[in-house]
């Protein structure tokens, strides 16, 4: 009998035990290689939505997710960065279709991968912040990957990604990996370094075999503390200049969070300078991109390229004196850190194209789902994104969808639809909304509401029935995260995630 979705985990989770091992399918008498290129064409037509011989269909196409954490799209060179940083990434585009406005629906990681993995926005599935439960009905990607007799694995590198901080996020994975050897320098936070991560992974793809498979990589850089493993790095960078207004020299915040100042997790000694934690930022952004670049060229060396769909994104942004803000997200819903890179490579998907539509975190889901031709079916009623297919085949959007974003703590909302942003903020006991138009003004320093009332109405009703439908919803401003043990509230509080 089938195994069936029922938002706990299939067959082969954590719970079975066989989470904790890398599982290994019976050789074929064919070799991969041999199997990759009598598959290939069929993968590619599949896709293309041009049909293949029944035989051939069965083949699924592979899927390899990576995630690198709080990577600014602007900080990479096929989104306008005007040094080498990421000259990978940079490769990697160019073979592929790229986004330009991606957005993530939440500035935080945990939120952020419950909805890129469920395809539904916090209210729906419960996760507001880092620490939380995955609704227990939710289907997950790995589940729907599962399902379809994938080998599904993942290696993850932040504390927030491990399955006792958010729960559910294992679910359907075969082999999760969260080993986390290193700490943080000013906080009691563990993390892996993209090395070792990289290392990992190469480790799990040498040994991969004929069956398909969906490979999910999260690499924690650029995250701060903006360490820098290889000091060539920032020579290969050069010195970034002041910006407009920007001071020499920031205090130190008393906590973790907040304009004005330096987090305290990113203090790097005695530096005070922001133009020094902005260059590290993007040293760290290319030290990320060299391991990337490591996983594409195993990708490339395993003949892997033709049966296989890769994908590239960030989980959100990082705030870099935006409004006042320094070396942080979470607590705000600006640009900067909900602005990611999404860029897409495959069999049948065109090199080279740019897509400027907006798009959210709740789309990564059903994309996938569509582009490996699983069955929707079952998660249909679940998923708040739609397919991103159509545009990536050379459609047309036939209805500019609204995409909606919540902060870390709830307090500030937003909605984005085509080039106006709504943004309604909690500021004590009152609301404070702006409007502003993203094409004209990305930095968000100019209010138009009063210019654009028809604008506001249209945007503040859809942000008050985004709220009102929600099966979940965060008491706001409270501090409070639905779906939290004690402890995770404790760690938290110890991160200064929480006050």
Not at 233 to 253: T, V
Not at 262 to 270: D, F, K, S, T, V
Not at 294 to 308: C, F, I, S, W
Not at 441 to 449: F, K, L, Q, S
Request: aromatic share 6%; charged share 25%.
């Amino acid at each position: 009998m089938p195994r069936r979705w029922n938002g706990r985990s299939t067959g082969g989770d954590r719970e079975t035990g066989e989470a904790e091992r890398i599982s290994r399918s019976v050789a074929s008498p064919m070799t991969r290689r041999e199997f990759l290129l009598a598959s290939a064409t069929a993968a590619a037509g599949l896709f293309l939505g041009s049909g293949g011989c029944g035989m051939l269909k069965r083949r699924r196409l592979n899927l390899i997710l990576i995630v690198s954490d709080a990577l600014r799209a602007d900080h990479l060179g096929c989104y306008g960065f005007p040094r080498p940083v990421t000259p990978s990434m940079d490769a990697f585009a160019r073979r592929g279709v790229l986004f330009e406005n991606m957005v993530s629906c939440a500035p935080i990681t945990g939120a952020s991968h419950a909805s890129m993995m469920t395809g539904a926005y916090q209210t729906r599935h419960g996760v507001f912040a880092n620490g939380g439960r995955i609704a227990d009905d939710l289907v997950t990607l790995a589940q729907a990957c599962r399902e379809a007799d994938y080998r599904t694995a993942a290696f993850v590198s932040n504390p927030a990604l491990a399955p006792d901080w958010l729960i559910g996020i294992d679910r359907g994975f075969e082999t999760y990996d969260a080993r986390l050897p290193s700490m943080e320098r000013n906080r009691p936070s563990a993390y892996r370094d993209a090395a070792d991560t990289s290392a990992a992974v190469l480790e799990w793809l040498n040994a991969v075999e004929d069956r398909p498979f969906f490979l999910w990589v999260h690499f924690q850089e650029p995250h701060g503390p903006y360490e820098v493993p290889d000091a060539s790095l920032l020579d290969r960078i050069g010195g970034l200049a002041r910006l407009e207004g920007e001071p020499s020299s920031l205090p130190l915040l008393a906590g973790n969070a907040g304009p004005g100042g330096i987090p305290r997790y990113q203090a790097l000694g005695e530096e005070r300078d922001p133009v020094v934690y902005r260059s590290r930022y993007a040293a760290r952004s290319c030290y990320v991109d060299g391991q990337i670049g490591k996983v594409l060229a195993a990708v490339r060396d395993q003949e892997l390229e033709k049966g296989t769909v890769v994908v590239l994104i960030s989980d959100h942004g990082e705030l870099l004196g935006e409004h006042d803000y320094w070396f942080q997200h979470g607590a705000t819903v600006l640009q900067a850190g909900l602005h990611v890179p999404l860029i897409m490579v495959g069999p049948g998907i065109e090199a080279g194209r740019r897509i400027p539509s907006l798009v959210g975190s709740t789309d990564l889901m059903p994309t996938l789902l569509e582009v490996l031709d699983l069955d929707l079916a079952e998660a249909s009623g679940q998923i708040q994104g739609r397919s991103l297919l159509p545009l990536i085949r050379g459609g047309t959007e036939r209805e500019v969808a609204p995409r909606y974003a919540i902060s870390a703590e709830g307090l500030e909302w937003c909605v984005a639809r085509g080039r106006y942003k709504y943004t309604a903020a909690i500021r004590g006991s009152r609301v404070a909304p702006l409007l502003v138009d993203l094409q004209a003004d990305p930095a968000e320093v100019r209010d138009i509401a009063d210019e654009e009332p028809g604008v506001v109405a249209e945007l503040r009703d859809a942000l008050t029935h985004f709220r009102e439908s929600a099966s979940v919803v965060a008491p706001v401003g409270s501090g409070e995260v639905p779906r939290m043990t004690e402890e995770q509230r404790r760690r938290l509080k110890a991160l200064g995630y929480l006050e």
